[in-house]
């Protein structure tokens, strides 16, 4: 679970890496330098590690697997139920949208610059620029919404659900659309 909080933290730290290159390029070497670089990314895994270890350990909501729906899940206590939707579905909700929103703010702003300086230098945008903008576009937009259709699923629809195989592929989706993503 700290992987997975790792990586939605990670997610955002590289969509604000884009994003100062883009829209703050005078101070990107400064917040972005290599030893800045190393620090955010091992504050991202303490950040995780911590969260996780206060969330599992001394609140006790821990994060069993259960034979019977073969799947992973919280505690069913009142108090987990409601940290869990709090901590996890609406925090990364949260930061899952504002990856997207940041990674597409900075998409546009990159595309309409490219556009600008080929317009003011006289040059055509090439098919395969074209292509190249909006399959970033693409990407971006789609990694987003997966890693959103995973938490959905997972709090929303899997606990409609009867069928231990299908209960199994859709609490399972967060997990997977993690590995697929990258």
Not at 53 to 67: H, N, P, R, T, W
Request: aromatic content about 16%.
């Amino acid at each position: 679970m700290s992987t997975y909080e790792a990586s939605n933290l990670l997610h955002l730290l590289i969509a604000v890496n884009r994003f100062c290159a883009v829209f703050l390029p005078s101070y990107y070497e400064k917040i972005f330098s290599k030893i800045g670089t190393i620090i955010m990314i091992q504050l991202a895994w303490m950040t995780s590690i911590i969260i996780c270890s206060i969330f599992y350990e001394i609140l006790g909501c821990y994060f069993s697997y259960d034979d019977v729906s073969w799947t992973f899940g919280f505690l069913g206590t009142p108090k987990c139920a409601q940290l869990t939707w709090y901590t996890d579905f609406a925090l990364n909700t949260v930061l899952i949208v504002a990856t997207l929103f940041i990674n597409l703010l900075t998409a546009f702003k990159v595309g309409r610059n490219s556009r600008m300086l080929m317009n003011a230098a006289g040059i055509k945008m090439t098919q395969r620029q074209k292509q190249r903008e909006m399959g970033f576009i693409k990407q971006t937009f789609f990694q987003g919404i997966s890693v959103f259709a995973g938490q959905f699923t997972y709090y929303l629809i899997a606990p409609l659900l009867k069928n231990p195989v299908l209960l199994f592929l859709v609490a399972s989706l967060w997990a997977f659309m993690h590995a697929v993503e990258g």
